[in-house]
């Protein structure tokens, strides 16, 4: 009898919790999802539910949230703008076949979905896609869904997601940011795909243009460089008269992984889910830089991250306003340098740019059929026509795409883009032959000169470490008591010149002849009599740097031979003067390439710390308790380390240049970025399909541990060696305190959901709140 009570309790139980017996992806017209129930999709991804987003809210929200991930992240939200008060909520679907969210104690509807294709039987079932999708019991064809989530999207891009319009449907997905982490209401930050003759992708702050993808290519979008052949993303666009979408599926299916619109930073995100620290990292994200912002240098300029200032006016064009460009305003953009006349023979032409994000779209005109040379006739016939292109680059190229009025929001494109024909003035492009075959062997120079920088520098730096930590060498075994007579001058491996000839090869070290001048002295420009031409680095008189410093260059530059660095021919030692002769770089200053360094400290090969009153060097690569106390020690050629490593890898000098946001050196901006999540910005844009992402993060990691402000918190060379040959997980880098002690308080809010920093995972950890 017991038994049989106990059966019947059971099933009485069993009747009265019907909905907790067992997890279901799929809810009924007979069958509604109450509060307190939630639905799972069949493989345990995802699961649908009530939520409220924060402790402090008393919102209530239907939305579709990870399962398996113990930080609840919120994918898609049904009533995003209009919450729910109360928890007496339920989903139901209608006699109609819709979705609505409805209290059923007053009968009014909070949300609803809009299909009104009819079904014999509806259901509402959740996907392993993370898709809630409405469809005939009996019809699973993805093709015949009443309804989708996917094609009204929040903030989040999921894999298998159509992002963009199709016209067939008059569908538009629209990704919208959160207002903030704890507020799902549609922020004012948008990613939508433009309608126009020549479709592309941009990001707006309210109504404004923040970013902007450039237009599909045929292989990519023209201003965002094709993914790498070993992602573990495959992207997927479409564009034809019915559908302009992207979508992105997972190579790894393993591999969690979404795009979302982050309305605190303003940026497109990709982020990752690290199982290890059960954390989302950040992979990749847009904006990725400075000319990535819509428009950064106006009509008719074009955006060089590689040059300082960033903007320039295109070729056959000119600032419109020369005071506010040179006060790196260039909102007002450029103007033609001459006029040109329209349809007249020999009196307007196009030339050639390559390697160019096309220009925004919104006034363009596409044929698909038309040859190059008829795109060209085509634009020359209309006086509107500012520039044409091949519409697909694809093989020799195909279509044609043509833009009227100004051109906005060109970049240059490191080994992407495409060629744009602008329209000049013919006297602008009659020499643009000569200019192409000039600009090919400058570039191959420039790339040959840029490797050639990296290499020397690091093997400086190996030399003046490898001496530095030998005890039985010091850094001058040479005494030189006087420097009038020529015959001190033996000890010297270097070959000895004659000071009447160098003064006969600089025309007697001649104004016309100087090259630069740093904290050595002038550099000269010189023709020895049989013809070789030679740079003269000069001891200036008053210069802080003597003889000692002269001396241990002079060692340094004879045992530091190397085909990679400029070759020292010789010094001299006579009179009052002190000269080192080198090769003469006649494609630019040598500073253009090697950022040229001031002359070594002098130190004993025992010596570890020490004080002085007397600081040599280069300001910018000094330590801040050597350059402003005089206190050395074997850290503070750590902390020169770390910034020549951080140079290295973006690309930039510490000095000269214009960093956004008023960074106010190299290192300040390593900081911010890095403190931002945003560390890949930092990365020269040369390097990008070139180097191993992870060791670019990684030396910027280890540039920031060398920078630290206080000697004792910096690594040793040694340790450096070891973080720069390993995999293992490195500390995190103190703040740089001495950059600044104002930290707005805006920037630092942005701050707050970021944790540690893991080198390994290639990516920045962040806590989100959804």
Same mark, same amino acid.
């Given at each position: 009898?017991?038994?049989?009570?106990?059966?019947?309790?059971?099933?009485?139980?069993?009747?009265?919790?019907?909905?907790?017996?067992?997890?279901?992806?799929?809810?009924?017209?007979?069958?509604?999802?109450?509060?307190?129930?939630?639905?799972?999709?069949?493989?345990?991804?995802?699961?649908?539910?009530?939520?409220?987003?924060?402790?402090?809210?008393?919102?209530?929200?239907?939305?579709?949230?990870?399962?398996?991930?113990?930080?609840?992240?919120?994918?898609?939200?049904?009533?995003?703008?209009?919450?729910?008060?109360?928890?007496?909520?339920?989903?139901?679907?209608?006699?109609?076949?819709?979705?609505?969210?409805?209290?059923?104690?007053?009968?009014?509807?909070?949300?609803?979905?809009?299909?009104?294709?009819?079904?014999?039987?509806?259901?509402?079932?959740?996907?392993?896609?993370?898709?809630?999708?409405?469809?005939?019991?009996?019809?699973?064809?993805?093709?015949?869904?009443?309804?989708?989530?996917?094609?009204?999207?929040?903030?989040?891009?999921?894999?298998?997601?159509?992002?963009?319009?199709?016209?067939?449907?008059?569908?538009?997905?629209?990704?919208?940011?959160?207002?903030?982490?704890?507020?799902?209401?549609?922020?004012?930050?948008?990613?939508?795909?433009?309608?126009?003759?020549?479709?592309?992708?941009?990001?707006?702050?309210?109504? *404004?243009?923040?970013? #902007?993808?450039?237009?599909? $290519? %045929?292989? &990519?979008?023209?201003? +965002?460089?094709?993914? =790498?052949?070993?992602?573990?993303?495959?992207?997927?666009?479409?564009?034809?008269?019915?559908?302009?979408?992207?979508?992105?599926?997972?190579?790894?299916?393993?591999?969690?992984?979404?795009?979302?619109?982050?309305?605190?930073?303003?940026?497109?995100?990709?982020?990752?889910?690290?199982?290890?620290?059960?954390?989302?990292?950040?992979?990749?994200?847009?904006?990725?830089?400075?000319?990535?912002?819509?428009?950064?240098?106006?009509?008719?300029?074009?955006?060089?991250?590689?040059?300082?200032?960033?903007?320039?006016?295109?070729?056959?064009?000119?600032?419109?306003?020369?005071?506010?460009?040179?006060?790196?305003?260039?909102?007002?953009?450029?103007?033609?340098?001459? *006029?040109?006349?329209? #349809?007249?023979?020999?009196? $307007? %032409?196009? &030339?050639?740019?390559? +390697?160019?994000?096309? =220009?925004?779209?919104?006034?363009?005109?596409?044929?698909?059929?038309?040859?190059?040379?008829?795109?060209?006739?085509?634009?020359?016939?209309?006086?509107?026509?500012?520039?044409?292109?091949?519409?697909?680059?694809?093989?020799?190229?195909?279509?044609?795409?043509?833009?009227?009025?100004?051109?906005?929001?060109?970049?240059?494109?490191?080994?992407?883009?495409?060629?744009?024909?602008?329209?000049?003035?013919?006297?602008?492009?009659?020499?643009?032959?000569?200019?192409?075959?000039?600009?090919?062997?400058?570039?191959?120079?420039?790339?040959?000169?840029?490797?050639?920088?990296?290499?020397?520098?690091?093997?400086?730096?190996?030399?003046?470490?490898?001496?530095?930590?030998?005890?039985?060498?010091?850094?001058?075994?040479?005494?030189?008591?006087?420097?009038?007579?020529?015959?001190?001058?033996?000890?010297?491996?270097?070959?000895?010149?004659?000071?009447?000839?160098?003064?006969?090869?600089?025309?007697?070290?001649?104004?016309?002849?100087?090259?630069?001048?740093?904290?050595?002295?002038?550099?000269?420009?010189?023709?020895?009599?049989?013809?070789?031409?030679?740079?003269?680095?000069?001891?200036?008189?008053?210069?802080?740097?003597?003889?000692?410093?002269?001396?241990?260059?002079?060692?340094?530059?004879?045992?530091?031979?190397?085909?990679?660095?400029?070759?020292?021919?010789?010094?001299?030692?006579?009179?009052?003067?002190?000269?080192?002769?080198?090769?003469?770089?006649?494609?630019?200053?040598?500073?253009?390439?090697?950022?040229?360094?001031?002359?070594?400290?002098?130190?004993?090969?025992?010596?570890?710390?020490?004080?002085?009153?007397?600081?040599?060097?280069?300001?910018?690569?000094?330590?801040?308790?050597?350059?402003?106390?005089?206190?050395?020690?074997?850290?503070?050629?750590?902390?020169?380390?770390?910034?020549?490593?951080?140079?290295?890898?973006?690309?930039?000098?510490?000095?000269?240049?214009?960093?956004?946001?008023?960074?106010?050196?190299?290192?300040?901006?390593?900081?911010?970025?890095?403190?931002?999540?945003?560390?890949?910005?930092?990365?020269?844009?040369?390097?990008?399909?070139?180097?191993?992402?992870?060791?670019?993060?990684?030396?910027?990691?280890?540039?920031?541990?060398?920078?630290?402000?206080?000697?004792?918190?910096?690594?040793?060379?040694?340790?450096?060696?070891?973080?720069?040959?390993?995999?293992?997980?490195?500390?995190?880098?103190?703040?740089?305190?001495?950059?600044?002690?104002?930290?707005?308080?805006?920037?630092?809010?942005?701050?707050?959901?970021?944790?540690?920093?893991?080198?390994?995972?290639?990516?920045?950890?962040?806590?989100?709140?959804?």
């Amino acid at each position: 009898m017991a038994f049989f009570a106990i059966l019947i309790l059971v099933s009485k139980l069993l009747l009265f919790f019907p909905k907790f017996s067992a997890a279901t992806d799929t809810i009924t017209q007979f069958e509604p999802l109450e509060d307190n129930t939630t639905l799972v999709s069949k493989g345990g991804t995802f699961e649908l539910g009530f939520f409220t987003p924060a402790s402090i809210s008393s919102n209530r929200y239907l939305g579709i949230w990870y399962k398996s991930i113990p930080i609840r992240t919120v994918v898609w939200v049904a009533n995003r703008d209009n919450p729910i008060k109360d928890n007496s909520t339920e989903l139901a679907i209608t006699t109609e076949g819709n979705l609505v969210l409805l209290n059923p104690n007053n009968n009014i509807v909070i949300w609803s979905t809009n299909t009104t294709t009819k079904a014999s039987v509806v259901v509402a079932q959740l996907l392993d896609s993370g898709n809630l999708v409405l469809r005939d019991e009996k019809d699973t064809d993805p093709e015949n869904y009443l309804w989708q989530s996917f094609d009204y999207p929040s903030d989040t891009f999921l894999p298998g997601m159509k992002a963009g319009w199709d016209l067939k449907k008059g569908l538009n997905r629209v990704l919208t940011a959160w207002k903030n982490w704890d507020d799902p209401s549609s922020g004012d930050f948008r990613d939508i795909a433009l309608h126009t003759n020549y479709p592309e992708e941009v990001m707006l702050k309210g109504t *404004t243009k923040y970013w #902007r993808s450039g237009p599909w $290519d %045929g292989t &990519k979008f023209s201003g +965002n460089p094709s993914v =790498p052949s070993n992602a573990i993303v495959n992207y997927t666009v479409v564009s034809n008269n019915d559908e302009f979408y992207a979508m992105y599926s997972m190579t790894d299916k393993s591999v969690i992984s979404r795009i979302i619109m982050n309305q605190t930073l303003y940026v497109r995100q990709r982020l990752t889910w690290n199982t290890d620290s059960q954390m989302w990292r950040v992979s990749s994200e847009l904006p990725g830089d400075l000319c990535d912002r819509y428009n950064t240098c106006g009509a008719f300029g074009i955006c060089d991250l590689s040059e300082a200032p960033v903007c320039k006016c295109l070729d056959g064009f000119k600032p419109k306003s020369p005071r506010n460009w040179t006060q790196m305003n260039w909102n007002q953009g450029c103007v033609h340098n001459q *006029t040109w006349s329209c #349809r007249e023979k020999n009196k $307007d %032409g196009f &030339k050639k740019f390559s +390697n160019v994000k096309a =220009p925004d779209t919104e006034r363009s005109w596409v044929n698909a059929s038309m040859t190059l040379e008829e795109c060209k006739h085509k634009c020359t016939e209309n006086c509107s026509c500012m520039a044409y292109a091949n519409s697909d680059i694809r093989g020799e190229g195909s279509g044609c795409a043509i833009w009227f009025g100004d051109l906005l929001d060109i970049r240059l494109m490191s080994n992407a883009g495409q060629d744009l024909y602008i329209r000049l003035a013919m006297s602008e492009t009659a020499h643009q032959n000569q200019d192409e075959k000039d600009s090919s062997k400058k570039k191959v120079v420039v790339i040959a000169s840029s490797i050639s920088s990296v290499i020397a520098m690091l093997l400086i730096f190996i030399f003046i470490y490898w001496r530095y930590t030998n005890k039985n060498n010091v850094w001058v075994k040479t005494e030189i008591e006087g420097t009038k007579n020529q015959s001190q001058q033996e000890d010297f491996e270097l070959p000895l010149f004659d000071l009447a000839s160098i003064a006969h090869a600089t025309s007697n070290f001649s104004n016309d002849k100087k090259l630069g001048e740093g904290g050595f002295g002038p550099v000269y420009k010189g023709t020895l009599p049989n013809g070789q031409e030679v740079a003269v680095k000069r001891l200036s008189q008053t210069s802080r740097q003597g003889l000692k410093e002269f001396k241990n260059e002079v060692m340094l530059c004879a045992e530091l031979q190397h085909r990679n660095l400029v070759k020292v021919l010789g010094c001299c030692i006579q009179d009052d003067e002190k000269l080192l002769i080198y090769e003469y770089m006649a494609n630019k200053s040598l500073d253009v390439f090697l950022f040229d360094f001031g002359l070594a400290r002098m130190c004993g090969g025992d010596q570890i710390e020490g004080e002085t009153s007397r600081v040599v060097g280069t300001y910018g690569y000094m330590a801040p308790e050597y350059a402003f106390d005089g206190i050395f020690s074997i850290k503070s050629d750590v902390f020169s380390f770390g910034e020549l490593l951080l140079e290295i890898v973006s690309g930039k000098k510490n000095s000269r240049l214009f960093y956004p946001n008023d960074y106010n050196n190299l290192i300040g901006h390593a900081w911010m970025l890095w403190k931002e999540g945003n560390p890949m910005q930092f990365i020269d844009t040369s390097l990008e399909d070139s180097c191993i992402l992870y060791e670019a993060l990684r030396c910027i990691h280890i540039g920031l541990l060398c920078v630290q402000h206080h000697p004792n918190d910096r690594p040793n060379m040694a340790s450096v060696v070891v973080l720069l040959s390993n995999e293992n997980a490195l500390p995190l880098p103190k703040d740089p305190s001495y950059l600044s002690n104002d930290i707005s308080t805006e920037r630092e809010s942005s701050f707050k959901n970021f944790t540690s920093f893991s080198i390994n995972d290639v990516t920045m950890s962040m806590m989100s709140a959804k």
